[in-house]
């Protein structure tokens, strides 16, 4: 510890308050405010360091990858114990991923020893400042913020500043708080820090942690715009770092060359000399390269990458990497060419600063996969082999997002997790390489922060359907924390895998955070393969793996023009490769030798009826470069080998990735799109806890899972009724509360409902004297009837969508002579440009309204000796009209009875009885109806569930009933009271 020592004996003149304030302040808001006047630093500025640092999170005192502590991110690393770790680790060594026994044959390089900083100490010296032990500031958000202060406000009095109630005038204290004062203020080390510390102060911030503290931090562009990250021009456009203005001293020295190097041959190529920084300007980068030499007298041992000439045709993935070594000891470890491993970049914690290693035309070793190091860039992130290490810091997710999004516009990559992977995505090359293949950067990276940073995150879709494609979407909060052995309960990354709803994780996994086989990652996209209840399986490895989802942790993407790959007509199961390498013969026509084994498939397969995510619809070519000598002296060295018979689709298999012969496979649309297109109908209920909206699309066979939408006037009345009708692209559903008809619009192209609005304003259908206890809707050409029962009278609204105008209300009673309480159940439904409106009366017998548009004519009727007498209570009515008839349901008792009227023919059938033919035992409450195709839809509800029987007129059958919310279908709810349908 003799860095923090020493940093400690620097500040030991400082006099600040040694003991914790007398009554502490609670709550995160309270305690920052508490800690700036204590020390008499700007609130803002403590607050923004703290954003910029943790995002306000207090972890639970756990340490970051990079040993950063609490709120405050203040560090305590033990280099000894990282030594140590990194000592018995598996090492970083032959990233190249040709999978060749010879890959692994020389000597492994010990790692680069950690290089000690102030600034991995700033724990201690902010424990110091404050009287406080150490174990405080990593397990108290009070200390910890009380120490951040302290260290801000040391800083300031180094660099011999007033202690300004000016946020502007703090600049170069944030820079220390960056660099542990290991530099000066104004060197660049700390100053990327500084910079987006500044950009927060100027924006502003508001969110909630993951242990549910709300903080806000009000913006101050006028203390932002009089900092020095604003003098020296950050993020002005084409401002762009050199590599002159790299920090100075904060690196190891180059590693040692190897025991007897041989003489560099003439041919050798520099490799660095002429590359210039591949870097968004907004970032602090600088370019300290590789190693790129050789090992011994044979011009085939070099390290760390192959020299080539890629451009943005070859780049398709960012892979994303982990170190163990910390900053300065991973860079000395790539600058080893024993080692035989690189990245692209290399990112520091402390602030940010990116580091480029190699430049991107060159294939970097660093996924241990050929294929994927070919086609990728590698970004390593700075981390330290820690016990207990759970986080990553904020400045990393930020400068790796920003440098992730330059590169994925630079290079064409599309900006999804099938591209922008994890090292422990990347699948083995071949089967002996499965099991070796790295874990990082593991359970703890927040990829659902990193792809919000990036820009490429899902947009949350409506509803779940067997076949159709979702993406695996934990919450990263304290609201989700999956039990994983020897951790603490904390926020991951992952949902468990299960061979069956509540069965065994699948392979025989465990909850090991190292074991990927049975998690599926965040961003991660399947295919649907079963949904039981709150279960949802997906094709994963080759089988149905199951999930818990409640609807958290998981989005459906249902966007339109998708495709998965499923084994082709005719075939079993297919083989799947860890690499896309391409046939023999490609490689003699190029003059090059072929890899042995060359296309040797995994021992996985992907059986018939299976469905997987590609990561393009269009196959790629197999393909291998082929460098094997350091300065290019063998025959057609540096050639790239494209075959032209083998290709291949990169699919997400399981964890990772794996690629299936085009050859073997169809590339089908996804069974996704519920809403539009095809025989349809979408439900509209009122449970217990609020109203929910689900869709079945009969010609795809799949569901739209039951969800929530909002109530009207957001107060739940558990009996409130719907009526629903279709009109082009959109849904409209009407309800009665307070004795108010209130209507809604869901756009089925987007899924998207609007707010509840009263219909009875001015301006809309108008205002009624009598409050309304009966509603039902129907259709004529563009015009919407709102029909009504208010005050005992029937009455009508229309809206005309051709017009653009409501029509307001009407009375029908008086039009065809009813009395007052004539109706008291109504149910309407049109054909062509007649609407028939069927009431029970309150005698009990059947009556029907029918309004000729055409003619301007009404006509009333009581049906009841034309169709028959009812026995028992008439609880329920339902219409439908299709062509010249009228379908008519009511509920009798809890039994259904159907009766047709024939327009063309003038007549009406005597009552049948549909619970018979159905096989009804479940009494119904309430009943719905709607036509699709040749077939009645039938919904009712019966034993709080909503149950659904079908008619199929052109085979004359019926089916028996089934319960909409059992596996498979719309999903569970809870106990449902009303039902309305509407169908297309």
């Not at 604003?230 to 790299?246: F, L, N, T």
């Not at 479940?922 to 919904?939: A, C, E, H, I, M």
Request: hydrophobic residues 40%; proline residues 7%; glycine residues 12%.
């Amino acid at each position: 510890m003799a860095a923090a020592t020493a940093l400690s004996t620097a500040v030991s003149g400082a006099t600040y308050a040694t003991a914790a304030p007398a009554a502490p302040a609670s709550g995160l808001q309270a305690q920052f405010a508490a800690a700036a006047e204590e020390f008499k630093v700007p609130e803002s500025i403590l607050l923004a360091v703290s954003y910029q640092q943790t995002r306000w999170e207090s972890h639970q005192g756990r340490p970051s990858t990079t040993g950063n502590y609490n709120v405050m991110g203040l560090t305590q690393v033990d280099l000894a114990a990282v030594a140590a770790a990194q000592a018995a680790a598996e090492p970083e060594v032959d990233q190249r991923g040709e999978g060749t026994p010879s890959a692994s044959a020389r000597a492994v390089p010990a790692p680069a020893a950690p290089v000690d900083s102030p600034a991995l100490h700033t724990l201690d010296a902010a424990a110091g400042l404050i009287g406080r032990p150490a174990a405080e500031l990593r397990e108290s958000t009070l200390q910890s913020i009380r120490g951040g202060a302290a260290l801000l406000a040391e800083q300031q009095r180094r660099a011999k500043a007033p202690q300004s109630g000016d946020p502007a005038a703090w600049y170069g204290a944030v820079v220390g708080f960056s660099n542990g004062g290991s530099a000066e203020q104004g060197s660049t080390e700390g100053r990327e820090f500084a910079d987006r510390v500044f950009g927060t102060l100027g924006a502003g911030a508001t969110r909630t942690t993951t242990d549910g503290q709300r903080l806000t931090l009000a913006p101050d562009p006028t203390a932002a715009a009089h900092s020095p990250a604003v003098d020296r021009g950050v993020g002005r456009p084409g401002q762009q770092p050199s590599a002159q203005d790299a920090p100075s001293g904060s690196l190891a020295a180059p590693a040692a060359p190897s025991a007897a190097p041989p003489a560099a041959p003439s041919a050798t190529p520099s490799a660095t000399a002429a590359d210039p920084i591949e870097c968004p300007s907004t970032l602090s980068c600088d370019f300290r390269p590789a190693a790129y030499a050789q090992n011994s007298a044979d011009v085939n041992d070099f390290g760390n990458y192959s020299i080539a000439n890629r451009s943005g045709a070859e780049i398709d993935y960012i892979v994303i990497h982990d170190t163990e070594g910390g900053y300065a000891g991973s860079l000395a470890t790539f600058q080893n060419p024993a080692t035989l491993a690189s990245a692209h970049y290399l990112l520091r914690s402390s602030d940010g600063l990116v580091t480029q290693m190699v430049a991107n035309k060159n294939v970097a070793w660093h996924a241990g996969n050929k294929t994927l190091n070919m086609h990728s860039v590698g970004i390593e992130h700075e981390g330290f082999a820690l016990n207990g290490a759970s986080w990553y810091s904020e400045q990393l997710y930020q400068s790796s997002a920003t440098l992730s999004r330059y590169l994925a516009d630079r290079f064409g990559i599309p900006l999804d997790r099938e591209h922008i992977i994890g090292h422990d995505e990347v699948p083995g090359p071949i089967q002996s390489s499965v099991n070796g293949m790295h874990w990082d950067p593991g359970t703890f990276w927040d990829w659902n922060h990193y792809m919000d940073l990036v820009g490429g995150s899902p947009a949350p879709d409506q509803g779940f359907v067997v076949g159709g494609r979702i993406t695996i979407r934990p919450p990263f909060s304290d609201a989700y924390r999956p039990v994983i052995n020897n951790v603490p309960a904390q926020p991951a990354n992952f949902v468990y895998l299960y061979s069956s709803p509540g069965g065994p994780l699948i392979g025989n996994g465990t909850q090991n955070a190292s074991d990927w086989t049975d998690k599926a990652v965040a961003g991660g996209s399947y295919v649907v393969a079963d949904i039981q209840g709150p279960w949802t399986a997906i094709w994963y490895n080759g089988q149905k793996a199951w999930f818990w989802n409640e609807g958290s942790s998981a989005v459906a993407d249902n966007r339109p023009g998708q495709f998965v790959v499923t084994p082709r007509a005719g075939l079993g199961s297919i083989a799947v490769y860890g690499r896309s390498y391409p046939e023999y013969s490609a490689f003699p026509a190029a003059g090059v030798p072929a890899p042995d084994p060359n296309i040797v498939a995994l021992n996985y397969t992907l059986p018939a009826g299976q469905r997987y995510v590609p990561a393009s619809t269009t196959p790629v070519a197999g393909d291998f470069y082929y460098a094997p000598t350091v300065n290019g002296s063998a025959a057609n060295d540096r050639t790239w080998v494209t075959g032209s018979t083998v290709r291949y689709y990169p699919i997400r298999y399981n964890h990772r990735l794996a690629y299936v012969s085009a050859d073997d496979v169809d590339l089908v649309p996804t069974s996704t799109d519920t809403l539009t297109g095809g025989q349809r109908v979408q439900l509209l209920a009122q449970t217990t806890v609020g109203p929910v909206n689900a869709g079945a699309n009969y010609t795809r066979g799949v569901w739209e899972k039951y969800h929530g939408i909002p109530s009207v006037g957001g107060a739940t009345d558990p009996g409130q009724s719907f009526a629903l009708l279709y009109m082009g692209s959109q849904l409209h559903a009407v309800t009665v509360a307070n004795g108010h008809v209130y209507t809604s619009d869901r756009n089925l192209s987007t899924g998207v409902w609007t707010p509840w609005y009263d219909l009875q304003v001015p301006g809309l259908a108008g205002p009624l004297s009598a409050g309304v206890t009966e509603v039902s809707v129907a259709a004529t050409g563009s015009t919407m009837h709102v029909v009504v029962v208010a005050g005992g009278r029937l009455l009508e609204a229309t809206a005309d969508y051709a017009a653009g105008r409501w029509n307001q209300w009407g009375d029908i009673s008086g039009v065809l002579g009813l009395p007052t309480g004539a109706l008291n159940r109504i149910a309407a439904s049109a054909n062509g440009n007649v609407m028939h409106i069927n009431g029970v009366g309150t005698d009990g017998r059947i009556h029907v309204a029918d309004a000729d548009y055409n003619r301007g004519v009404w006509a009333y009727g009581d049906i009841t000796s034309a169709v028959g007498p009812l026995s028992g209570t008439v609880t329920g009515l339902a219409t439908v009209a299709v062509g010249s008839k009228q379908q008519l349901l009511v509920l009798v008792d809890g039994k259904v009875k159907q009766a047709i009227a024939d327009y063309a023919a003038g007549s009406w059938s005597g009552w049948g009885d549909i619970s018979a033919i159905t096989g009804q035992t479940t009494p119904l409450t309430k009943l719905s109806v709607t036509y699709t195709g040749n077939s009645l839809r039938l919904f009712g509800v019966g034993g709080g569930r909503i149950l659904n029987a079908n008619g199929d007129y052109a085979a004359g059958t019926w089916s028996g009933w089934m319960d909409t919310q059992a596996p498979g279908a719309a999903g569970p709810i809870p106990q449902v009271n009303t039902v309305a349908v509407a169908g297309v």
